[in-house]
């Protein structure tokens, strides 16, 4: 593992990033306090975990929906997808994420051009993300 | 001080020995982890809790991100990884260690053991499972019907009855979620088609009250058994040790880990180390039940022999998980009533093989999304659409294999005075793919690609180390009446006897053995 990723203030920052990837809108204080005591609790020690290099998809802003996908495919242990999935818990917890998860109405139509639309973009996420993998040397 | 018995453990097996046994002067040792507070009341369902709480992390991740432990750590099913839950597996390693490559099972060390977190499914096990027990059916039949009407069973009469038994003194059966509704009612209609194929499903056996039973109120269908514990109308052994704890004949001792005993002319001296304070003390009791589970019953009948070559035989119900998807589902609302536990109960039973092989059909939507999140095929993204919308389309089939005596199967002591367990992995997929192919006359499909066969240990359900036998021929077998070869007030009572592990979940059976065996000893010991 890369423990200089694991300061307080590039945790935030990395933080901030992911979710404004994953879930498109900025990230509540609580998340973020929360991402950088999770990162430090569960990944600091964590062995089996391939490590990723996070400082360089941050510093370029690159896509990181494309490259944890061809990732996990790769490389399931990988770092960039515990993240991901840390952040996810974190959100699910909190109600304003509510709607992210749980579909309150009937809407099969709505579901299946969804889910239709998602399975297209993850091919095209999974290409993506086997190119950026290969240009910049994320792993 | 000395007691008339010494029991160890206070879960299924340690409380159903007290019950019985409750007029008389009892010890109950145990080490006794209790569940935490609760941090919020949990009076709404889990989703409106999800809802209208602006945080609710500390019941569903944990202060210590206790829910996250599948992220890093070994795997840990989902109701023993929920924060509030943890207590259950609580400390186990440190108080004792497994060594195994293979197998991943675990202990618990709570008040009321692993039953705090079970799937609370109780089955009566029929001759033609208690074929290699050196006792029948009617034998236990006593027992399970008082342990019926102490505990509180839901359940039914329908095409499941030949193989769960007798219907008495059930409560009326849980309500089912939409998706099961709808499986049963697609069943009802091809039955015929589906059970020539060897296939039999109904309604579950569970110890869920549907009606209230003395104090405990009847269950309220907010599906939060993931995330909260000792939900009164769910059934764990830690009701019935409360209840006893209140008699004055009864000592409970908890943070006491018995390590050995041994057996004197007059009864047994039982040393157990204190985990306060570390320090080993001495009880004595005339008979001593053992009651710890089958691994922790077993290691302290090999400490107390100094054996560290012996094997002792183990049964673990191999597992396997088969998730189908009902396509009409997808992108139903979800459902807010409902109960996180089994739906439905499945059997296949052949002429071909020895003992039927059970399941248990769930769906998915008491437990977090985000672990349902990687097991999707699609980018994170699209798999965050997709738990929102086809959850409520999702039913898991977990399967349970029986088990029988294997010389590759076995626990020992090593020489620092450690479990070592070995367990070979077993073969599976068959099975798996007939329930796929039938199963799409339900409308339920699958791919054999998607299931998958955790490591052994993983179904925590344990036995066969101190088999009961007609004639016990060593210091390792139990008689009928549980006690260990060759001494006089030393029984065993929990899992550790069975000589055959059927698929079934084995709690009841455990329970209303342990109730047998006590009985015996309750004659033995006379007034």
């Given at each position: 593992m890369q423990k200089e990723i694991f300061s307080g203030q590039e945790l935030s920052r990395e933080a901030e990033f992911l979710h404004q990837e994953i879930f498109g809108r900025p990230m509540p204080a609580e998340i973020g306090a929360a991402y950088v005591s999770a990162n430090r609790m569960l990944l600091q020690d964590a062995t089996n975990v391939a490590p990723v290099r996070m400082e360089l998809i941050l510093e370029r802003a690159m896509d990181v929906e494309a490259i944890e996908f061809a990732l996990r495919r790769r490389i399931p242990q990988n770092v960039l997808t515990k993240k991901l999935l840390i952040l996810c818990y974190l959100a699910e917890s909190r109600n304003d994420y509510f709607a992210t998860f749980v579909n309150e109405q009937d809407r099969p139509l709505r579901a299946f051009l969804a889910l239709s639309l998602n399975t297209f973009r993850s091919l095209y996420k999974l290409l993506k993300g086997h190119c950026l993998i290969r240009m910049y040397d994320v792993v | 001080?000395?007691?008339?018995?010494?029991?160890?453990?206070?879960?299924?097996?340690?409380?159903?020995?007290?019950?019985?046994?409750?007029?008389?002067?009892?010890?109950?040792?145990?080490?006794?982890?209790?569940?935490?507070?609760?941090?919020?009341?949990?009076?709404?369902?889990?989703?409106?809790?999800?809802?209208?709480?602006?945080?609710?992390?500390?019941?569903?991740?944990?202060?210590?991100?206790?829910?996250?432990?599948?992220?890093?750590?070994?795997?840990?099913?989902?109701?023993?990884?929920?924060?509030?839950?943890?207590?259950?597996?609580?400390?186990?390693?440190?108080?004792?260690?497994?060594?195994?490559?293979?197998?991943?099972?675990?202990?618990?060390?709570?008040?009321?053991?692993?039953?705090?977190?079970?799937?609370?499914?109780?089955?009566?096990?029929?001759?033609?499972?208690?074929?290699?027990?050196?006792?029948?059916?009617?034998?236990?039949?006593?027992?399970?019907?008082?342990?019926?009407?102490?505990?509180?069973?839901?359940?039914?009469?329908?095409?499941?009855?030949?193989?769960?038994?007798?219907?008495?003194?059930?409560?009326?059966?849980?309500?089912?979620?939409?998706?099961?509704?709808?499986?049963?009612?697609?069943?009802?209609?091809?039955?015929?088609?589906?059970?020539?194929?060897?296939?039999?499903?109904?309604?579950?056996?569970?110890?869920?009250?549907?009606?209230?039973?003395?104090?405990?109120?009847?269950?309220?269908?907010?599906?939060?058994?993931?995330?909260?514990?000792?939900i009164p109308a769910v059934y764990n052994a830690s009701y019935t040790l409360r209840e006893l704890e209140k008699q004055s004949n009864i000592t409970y001792r908890s943070g006491f880990l018995v390590q050995r005993y041994e057996e004197t002319s007059e009864g047994v001296r039982v040393l157990a180390r204190n985990i306060n304070t570390n320090i080993t003390e001495e009880f004595f009791a005339r008979k001593l039940v053992l009651a710890a589970g089958t691994i922790s019953t077993s290691k302290i009948v090999l400490s107390s022999y100094d054996d560290n070559s012996t094997r002792l035989p183990l049964l673990d119900n191999a597992i396997s998980f088969v998730p189908f998807i009902a396509p009409r589902f997808i992108g139903s609302s979800q459902e807010r009533r409902f109960f996180a536990g089994v739906q439905l109960n499945v059997v296949y039973d052949k002429d071909e093989i020895d003992a039927p092989i059970q399941g248990s059909f769930y769906g998915p939507t008491g437990i977090l999304r985000s672990d349902l999140l990687l097991d999707l095929p699609l980018s994170i993204k699209g798999n965050l659409t997709a738990v929102k919308y086809v959850t409520p389309a999702l039913g898991i089939l977990q399967l349970f294999y029986p088990d029988a005596p294997n010389a590759n199967n076995y626990l020992k002591l090593n020489s620092h005075g450690a479990l070592e367990i070995r367990y070979q992995k077993k073969a599976f997929g068959r099975i798996e793919k007939h329930f796929i192919s039938t199963f799409r006359k339900l409308a339920l499909f699958s791919l054999s690609s998607l299931c998958k066969y955790p490591a052994p240990g993983n179904s925590y359900h344990y036995a066969g180390t101190l088999p009961m036998k007609t004639q016990p021929q060593n210091r390792y077998e139990t008689s009928v009446n549980g006690l260990l070869f060759g001494l006089k007030h030393v029984f065993v009572v929990d899992a550790a006897n069975f000589p055959f592990l059927p698929s079934k979940n084995h709690t009841f059976t455990i329970m209303a053995n342990s109730m047998r065996i006590a009985h015996q000893l309750k004659r033995e010991l006379g007034s």
């Open positions: - | 001080m000395s007691f008339e018995v010494i029991i160890v453990g206070s879960g299924p097996a340690g409380v159903s020995a007290a019950l019985e046994l409750r007029d008389r002067n009892l010890l109950i040792l145990d080490v006794g982890f209790r569940a935490p507070a609760l941090p919020h009341e949990l009076k709404q369902n889990l989703y409106d809790l999800k809802k209208s709480t602006e945080d609710l992390s500390t019941v569903l991740l944990g202060e210590n991100f206790e829910s996250l432990n599948n992220v890093v750590s070994t795997f840990l099913t989902p109701k023993l990884k929920g924060p509030l839950l943890r207590f259950v597996t609580r400390d186990w390693r440190q108080l004792s260690s497994i060594d195994s490559s293979e197998f991943e099972g675990l202990l618990s060390f709570a008040a009321g053991g692993l039953s705090n977190a079970w799937g609370s499914g109780v089955y009566r096990f029929s001759d033609r499972e208690l074929k290699n027990f050196p006792i029948k059916a009617f034998d236990l039949d006593p027992f399970y019907d008082r342990l019926t009407s102490e505990i509180g069973i839901s359940g039914c009469d329908d095409d499941l009855t030949p193989f769960f038994g007798s219907t008495q003194g059930l409560l009326p059966q849980i309500e089912l979620d939409r998706l099961s509704s709808e499986v049963l009612k697609r069943y009802s209609k091809r039955k015929r088609l589906i059970s020539q194929e060897g296939i039999y499903i109904g309604k579950p056996r569970v110890a869920l009250l549907t009606k209230a039973l003395g104090e405990r109120q009847a269950y309220d269908y907010h599906g939060l058994e993931f995330f909260k514990p000792n």
